[in-house]
């Protein structure tokens, strides 16, 4: 079943795919998601909406994603294994599908400890791998997890993540794989700085057959300080940071479009490695850098001829 | 074994504080062997609630007596002489002590001393750690002898996740990455390529989960 998705779409055709990203408010206010998706619409073929990102409670991506809809941009709806159990899953995917939402990423989700509600029970009933074998099965089978048969399948296209930078290096190709085989058509990896390093990873996920089933796009982000780029060497799970990037955003006279500049260069960079099938833009809290990034790389949504 | 801390002094006296005759009692199983509720524990306590009483001057008697196991009833019922005359009973036990007493020896209030936390191992002199959950349905052949719903932060079937770096769970530097390890295990075997499996969803009604669990041996009923 094709899930007839702008992206898939756009893939499917071997256009260059552009993703952005659209972090839902901490608060019940749509025109905060309005005015995002009225930034990046015309820009990106879909963009992800954030399921309680790094387990702090925000708007929830479903209703965040009809509110995308709403505005003519296509959502990618995030969900994590963190917050809810495979029956809570199962009914927000169905749900998801009925409002209109096309594209599902299934994560296992950052661990509770680093949000704002850290005495909360992590759930995690299933991990990203199986969650996708459960995502796969409800839209092709069509089934529940139990087995029991579904009379209207929710036709979603399924995303997964990748991390080219968590350890054991030899072992992240192969846990893509794993998620290739349990139903993801498309994946978007962790933020790329170290491009040698996802670069010797493409390579392995083109040994092993990857990108001949799966489309990757690769995650990149413009730094907005110096801060940042020490903050996310240092602090943020999975990360890897080279020292040369965070001293040339030490050394910025202006950092904000020297930040720019870093993620066009990784841009310009990743598209030219074996097996990239687009570009995922991760401007949390600055949509408006999206245009100048894909601007100055010369890049077009795929979806935009 | 049995993990339990003793709980706050501040905690225990809140309690204490409103009874008059008191009995506490201590464990020497599992509590003992880590050093937190067994005879020498129980006297402890025994002690410093008789001199904060003393100093608060809170009236009546603080007594103690030590049992082998607090998890089976002939270790329990032959204290429940000693009990008589008391308002409280304290257990330096875990959970399951003072839950059974308080069936045992059901005229006389009982708290706990303790919070229990987990089934461990003595990793090394004084510092316990987490080996296992009583999932119900053991993986740990699988896994290279390594337990994944214990001693992952999420529970994994399928590990590590995109926070496993340089050995640590992206929970905190001081937690080992347990997929690391099953990685490096199944490795030393030759045996890594067996993570290609997609393992799970996990049967959760095996677990604690599924309602509270009881154990029967066929043959043996009374």
Known sequence: ?305 | MITAERKPFEQIKAVTDQFENILVVGCNTCVAVCLTGGEREAELLTAQLRLQREKDGISGTVNTVTVLRQCENEFVDAVAAQADGKDLILSTACSIGPQLIAERIPKVRVAPAMNTNMLAVVKKHHVWSEYCVACGDCVIFSTGGICPIARCAKQLLNGPCGGSQGGHCEISPEVPCVWQLIYDKLAAFGLEGNLSRIDGPKNWSKSNSGGPRTMKKEGFEP
Request: charged residues 25%.
């Open chain 1, 1 to 305: 079943m094709m899930p007839g998705s702008t992206l898939e779409k756009v893939l499917a055709d071997g256009k260059f795919a552009v993703t952005a990203e659209l972090g839902p408010p901490k608060s019940a206010d749509p025109q905060v998601i309005i005015d995002k998706a009225n930034i990046l619409k015309g820009h990106a073929d879909a963009v992800n909406i954030t399921d309680n990102q790094t387990a702090i409670a925000r708007m929830c991506s479903m209703a965040a994603a009809k509110i995308v809809i709403d505005q003519g941009l296509e959502p990618i709806m995030q969900m994590t294994c963190r917050d809810r159990n495979r029956l809570a899953m199962q009914a927000d995917i169905l749900g998801a599908a009925a409002l209109g939402i096309k594209n599902l990423l299934c994560l296992t989700g950052d661990h509770q400890s680093f949000g704002n509600h850290p005495e909360s029970m992590g759930v995690f009933d299933l991990d990203s791998v199986t969650l996708i074998r459960m995502v796969k099965e409800m839209r092709d089978v069509p089934q529940f997890q139990c087995g029991e048969e579904i009379t209207f399948a929710p036709k979603l296209y399924i995303g997964a993540a990748a991390n080219p930078y968590a350890d054991p290096f030899p072992f992240r190709a192969i846990r893509l794989a794993k998620k290739v085989d349990a139903g993801i058509d498309f994946c978007q990896t962790q933020i790329i700085y170290n491009v040698e390093k996802f670069a010797e990873f493409m390579h392995q996920c083109v040994e092993l057959g990857v990108t001949e089933r799966c489309k990757i796009l690769a995650g990149v982000a413009p730094l907005k300080s110096a801060g940042m780029a020490k903050y996310m060497k240092n602090r943020v799970a999975g990360m890897d940071v080279p020292d040369e990037v965070v001293e040339r955003m030490a050394a910025a006279k202006d950092v904000q479009d020297e930040g720019i500049n870093v993620c066009v260069e990784i841009i310009d960079r990743v598209r030219e490695i074996d097996g990239v099938a687009g570009v995922h833009i991760m401007a949390v809290e600055w949509e408006s850098a999206v245009p100048e990034i894909m601007s100055r790389a010369g890049l077009k949504a795929g979806s935009a001829d």
